[in-house]
């Protein structure tokens, strides 16, 4: 897991400038803080500890900056997606569902039963929708992350004529843009690490499910299946 080998870099407010450019300081790209400089930010007990020398690696012979752009990208992906998968398996877990607006709930006493006793053609839509975001993800950056954009930044629905109302998944309501620079490190600090636990979060549950006893800190918190939650990538 990407968040246990490298400390991946963001970033760091801009410089504080005179009042006659504020505006030109709000709108100025944040400076990027060295791998060393974040990783004492993220965990200061830690540090920075790259055992596999990712942080240094040059991946299809992009270079050290576009590997590193890359490495970044994939660690607060990685983590924004296991947030959201800690939430909902919590929330599955414990039978929660939408009101019948949105027809009947699958059925199942675990997630991964849940998931299975879905139609073929329901999953089927749920992961092409989550290959679009991922499209869409890459080829719509106005300037991608391996080449000196900003990574964990997602673009915009612009110009699809199928979804002209399709809400922006980055900063939809634009509390970000509004906050100050130092509120703005401190929130992209809190995601990363919270990223990562939750990267450490969803596999112990999945782990716990599929072999009892394998994390003795919530032995006995998790219903246990027989069905491989892995199966679709073996």
Request: charged share 15%.
């Given at each position: 897991?990407?968040?246990?080998?490298?400390?991946?870099?963001?970033?760091?407010?801009?410089?504080?400038?005179p009042s006659g450019g504020a505006a030109a300081a709000r709108a100025?790209?944040?400076?990027?803080?060295?791998?060393?400089?974040?990783?004492?930010?993220?965990?200061?007990?830690?540090?920075?500890?790259?055992?596999?020398?990712?942080?240094?690696?040059?991946?299809?012979?992009?270079?050290?900056?576009?590997?590193?752009?890359?490495?970044?990208?994939?660690?607060?992906?990685?983590?924004?997606?296991?947030?959201?998968?800690?939430?909902?398996?919590?929330?599955?877990?414990?039978?929660?569902?939408?009101?019948?607006?949105?027809?009947?709930?699958?059925?199942?006493?675990?997630?991964?039963?849940?998931?299975?006793?879905?139609?073929?053609?329901?999953?089927?839509?749920?992961?092409?929708?989550?290959?679009?975001?991922?499209?869409?993800?890459?080829?719509?950056?106005?300037?991608?992350?391996?080449?000196?954009?900003?990574?964990?930044?997602?673009?915009?629905?612009?110009?699809?004529?199928?979804?002209?109302?399709?809400?922006?998944?980055?900063?939809?309501?634009?509390?970000?843009?509004?906050?100050?620079?130092?509120?703005?490190?401190?929130?992209?600090?809190?995601?990363?690490?919270?990223?990562?636990?939750?990267?450490?979060?969803?596999?112990?549950?999945?782990?716990?499910?599929?072999?009892?006893?394998?994390?003795?800190?919530?032995?006995?918190?998790i219903k246990t299946t027989s069905l491989d939650a892995m199966a679709?990538l073996v």
């Open positions: 897991m990407l968040s246990l080998t490298l400390a991946t870099a963001s970033f760091v407010p801009a410089p504080v400038l100025a790209a944040p400076l990027m803080q060295t791998k060393e400089e974040l990783a004492t930010a993220l965990n200061p007990a830690i540090g920075y500890f790259d055992p596999l020398g990712l942080g240094s690696a040059d991946f299809w012979d992009q270079g050290n900056e576009a590997t590193y752009g890359f490495l970044r990208q994939a660690e607060i992906k990685h983590g924004r997606v296991a947030m959201a998968a800690f939430c909902g398996y919590i929330v599955q877990a414990n039978q929660i569902h939408f009101p019948f607006l949105l027809g009947v709930p699958t059925t199942g006493a675990t997630p991964e039963e849940q998931w299975f006793n879905l139609p073929v053609l329901g999953r089927a839509q749920i992961i092409g929708f989550i290959g679009f975001l991922e499209w869409w993800g890459e080829f719509a950056l106005e300037k991608h992350y391996m080449r000196g954009g900003k990574p964990g930044e997602y673009p915009p629905f612009k110009n699809i004529p199928a979804h002209p109302v399709m809400p922006a998944l980055y900063d939809p309501f634009g509390f970000y843009k509004n906050l100050s620079p130092e509120k703005k490190e401190k929130g992209l600090l809190a995601e990363i690490n919270n990223g990562r636990l939750a990267m450490i979060g969803i596999m112990g549950f999945i782990s716990a499910a599929k072999v009892p006893g394998s994390v003795p800190a919530i032995e006995g918190l679709p």
